[in-house]
Every structure is written in structure tokens, then in C-alpha cells.
């Protein structure tokens, strides 16, 4: 049971997936944490991998999919897996459903979290951190105290309306037509609301899997 997690960034993609992984009996699977495990065991694709980074160059596709598959194939990976981040671009859903034929496997369910534009920038521009000590913290103006150590809390960059608008944007040219590839080739997509509290949108996130006939463990 293979499933893509999709939604603009923001949209909480991150915080649900242990969440949904562990109802499922699945791992996660995130690039960056493949990427660094491949390039620590010194795997064939890891050496490759490393020898892009060491010169300061993005890994390409074709790399990050070889390390996909050397993953997938391992037994922890074999009764599926819940792949976040992993499909951001069309080029990257071709390549992983070529990884997962070639294990014998398919994407059996897109999990799509759905959240308005404005929404998210509400939600993302109400993050400030603590500059000293790190702290995150929703709803606290920039430049108030942090609870923690006293220190001042700001806004990271990233989280600028500006900025997260950007983000908006590359999802839309690049990430959202990885949707109707899915569609077009009969894929199971499911939406879910992804307003709401962290355990209610995980809830939501479970019936709709079950929609398509994927069951938490034991349920
Ligand atoms: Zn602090």
C-alpha cells in the first residue's frame, strides 16, 4: 500500500503523516531523509548522491529515484509506505510510479490536503519563533517575549506573506497538474479538509482512506 501525500505547503502535510503512518502500520517516507540515510550507508546511489553535493549541485531525478527504489525495496518498506514531499513535480510522478513498477507495486491512493490560499497565509504569516531560544509559537505578534527565555520573537522569512505567496505560486505551476496526471491515469484521489485541529484532520484523513478500501491496523 503506497500512498502520496499532496498539498500546498502549509497545509500540514508534515505533521499528519507520522500520524496517519502510524494508524496505517506504514512508514514514512520523506526525500531529504532517504537522500541522508543513502548517502550515510554509503549505498551505490548514496556515493552518487553525495558526489552532486560535495560539489554544491542539486541532486537530479533520476538519483533521488534510484535511491527511492533501493529504499522501497528494503524490507521495512515492504508492506508500503506513505511518501511525503517525494512527488512534487509531473516528471517525479512518472519516475516513481516507474520505481514502483518495478518493484511490482503501484500508487494505490493520493491523499490530498486541501486548504484555501488565504487561509494558509492566515495560518503560516501567525508563526514567530524565538530568535534565542528557537521556540515556536502560533498566534504571537513578532517582537513580543518569548515564555521560554525572555528572548524576542520573529518571524522567519519564509513565513512572510510575501514569501509564502511565492510558495503558492511554484505549487500551483509545478505541483498541482501532479493531480490530474493521477487522475488521468485512474489513480484513487481522496481530498480532506485540512482546517481544523490536528486530530480531527487526521480522522478525516483515515475515513477518507477508508473510502478507497485502505483500513487503520486492526480496524
Ligand atoms: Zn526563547
Given at each position: 500500500?503506497?500512498?502520496?501525500?499532496?498539498g500546498k505547503?502549509?497545509a500540514g502535510?508534515?505533521?499528519q503523516?507520522?500520524?496517519?503512518?502510524?494508524?496505517?502500520?506504514?512508514?514514512?517516507?520523506?526525500?531529504?531523509?532517504?537522500?541522508?540515510?543513502?548517502?550515510?550507508?554509503?549505498?551505490?546511489?548514496?556515493?552518487?548522491?553525495?558526489?552532486?553535493?560535495?560539489?554544491?549541485?542539486?541532486?537530479?531525478?533520476?538519483?533521488?529515484?534510484?535511491?527511492?527504489?533501493?529504499?522501497?525495496?528494503?524490507?521495512?518498506?515492504?508492506?508500503?509506505?506513505?511518501?511525503?514531499?517525494?512527488?512534487?513535480?509531473?516528471?517525479?510522478?512518472?519516475?516513481?510510479?516507474?520505481?514502483?513498477?518495478?518493484?511490482?507495486?503501484?500508487?494505490?491512493?493520493?491523499?490530498?490536503f486541501d486548504i484555501?490560499?488565504?487561509?494558509?497565509?492566515?495560518?503560516?504569516?501567525?508563526?514567530?519563533?524565538?530568535?534565542?531560544?528557537?521556540?515556536?509559537?502560533?498566534?504571537?505578534?513578532?517582537?513580543?517575549?518569548?515564555?521560554?527565555?525572555?528572548?524576542?520573537?520573529?518571524?522567519?522569512?519564509?513565513?512572510?506573506?510575501?514569501?509564502?505567496?511565492?510558495?503558492?505560486?511554484?505549487?500551483?505551476?509545478?505541483?498541482?497538474?501532479?493531480?490530474?496526471?493521477?487522475?488521468?491515469?485512474?489513480?484513487?484521489?481522496?481530498?480532506v479538509d485540512a482546517v481544523g485541529?490536528?486530530?480531527?484532520v487526521?480522522?478525516r484523513?483515515?475515513?477518507?482512506?477508508?473510502?478507497?478500501?485502505?483500513?487503520?491496523?486492526?480496524?
Amino acid at each position: 500500500m503506497d500512498i502520496v501525500l499532496f498539498g500546498k505547503p502549509g497545509a500540514g502535510k508534515g505533521t499528519q503523516a507520522p500520524r496517519i503512518a502510524a494508524a496505517l502500520g506504514v512508514p514514512t517516507v520523506a526525500t531529504g531523509d532517504v537522500l541522508r540515510a543513502a548517502v550515510r550507508a554509503g549505498t551505490p546511489m548514496g556515493l552518487a548522491a553525495k558526489a552532486y553535493m560535495d560539489r554544491g549541485d542539486l541532486v537530479p531525478d533520476d538519483v533521488i529515484l534510484g535511491i527511492m527504489k533501493e529504499a522501497l525495496a528494503k524490507p521495512d518498506f515492504s508492506a508500503g509506505s506513505l511518501l511525503d514531499g517525494v512527488v512534487r513535480t509531473t516528471p517525479q510522478a512518472e519516475g516513481m510510479t516507474r520505481v514502483l513498477t518495478e518493484l511490482g507495486r503501484r500508487i494505490d491512493a493520493v491523499l490530498m490536503f486541501d486548504i484555501d490560499d488565504e487561509e494558509l497565509v492566515q495560518r503560516l504569516s501567525g508563526r514567530t519563533v524565538c530568535e534565542n531560544c528557537q521556540t515556536p509559537y502560533t498566534g504571537r505578534a513578532a517582537g513580543s517575549t518569548c515564555d521560554n527565555c525572555g528572548g524576542t520573537l520573529m518571524r522567519r522569512k519564509d513565513d512572510e506573506p510575501e514569501a509564502i505567496r511565492n510558495r503558492l505560486g511554484v505549487y500551483q505551476r509545478q505541483t498541482a497538474p501532479v493531480l490530474d496526471w493521477y487522475k488521468q491515469r485512474g489513480t484513487g484521489i481522496v481530498t480532506v479538509d485540512a482546517v481544523g485541529s490536528v486530530d480531527d484532520v487526521t480522522q478525516r484523513a483515515l475515513a477518507a482512506l477508508g473510502t478507497l478500501g485502505i483500513r487503520a491496523n486492526g480496524k
